[in-house]
C-alpha cells in the first residue's frame, strides 16, 4: 500500500530526500507520518502531515526537516537537511487514521557520516 523510496548516504551538514507513494485515497484519508529506528532505539515519530495539510515535527526536527504532502502525485516527501549522525536510522512511512487500518512502508536506510 504504501512504497516508500529515497534515503541514503550523507555527510553531517548535508541534505537527503524521503519519499512514500500510496494511492490517491490513503492519502486523502489517513495521516501520513515518518518514523525512524536507529540501532538501538525504538522506533520513534519524526514528522507527520495530517490529512487537512498540517505538519506536526518531533523536538529533535529543530527546523530542519519538511513534510510535505503531495496531492497530485499521491506521495509525502521528508526533506531533511543539515543532517546530524544521530539522525542515522531506518526511517519508515505510516499512513493512520481512525477507525482504519494502519498501514507501513518498507524502510529506507538513511545513514550519515560525520
Known amino acids: 500500500q504504501l512504497q516508500a523510496s529515497g534515503g541514503g548516504s550523507a555527510q553531517a551538514g548535508g541534505s537527503l530526500s524521503l519519499s512514500c507513494a500510496g494511492s490517491g485515497r490513503i492519502l486523502s484519508l489517513y495521516d501520513m507520518g515518518w518514523y525512524r529506528q536507529g540501532p538501538a532505539t525504538e522506533r520513534e515519530l519524526v514528522a507527520v502531515v495530517t490529512r487537512k495539510g498540517d505538519p506536526k515535527y518531533a523536538d529533535f526536527v529543530e527546523g530542519r526537516f519538511t513534510i510535505t504532502r503531495n496531492k497530485a502525485e499521491n506521495t509525502v516527501s521528508l526533506e531533511m537537511n543539515n543532517l546530524k549522525p544521530e539522525d542515522t536510522a531506518v526511517y519508515y512511512c505510516?499512513?493512520?487514521?481512525?477507525?482504519?487500518?494502519?498501514?507501513w512502508g518498507q524502510g529506507t536506510q538513511v545513514t550519515v557520516s560525520s
Open positions: 505510516k499512513a493512520e487514521a481512525k477507525y482504519r487500518p494502519t498501514f
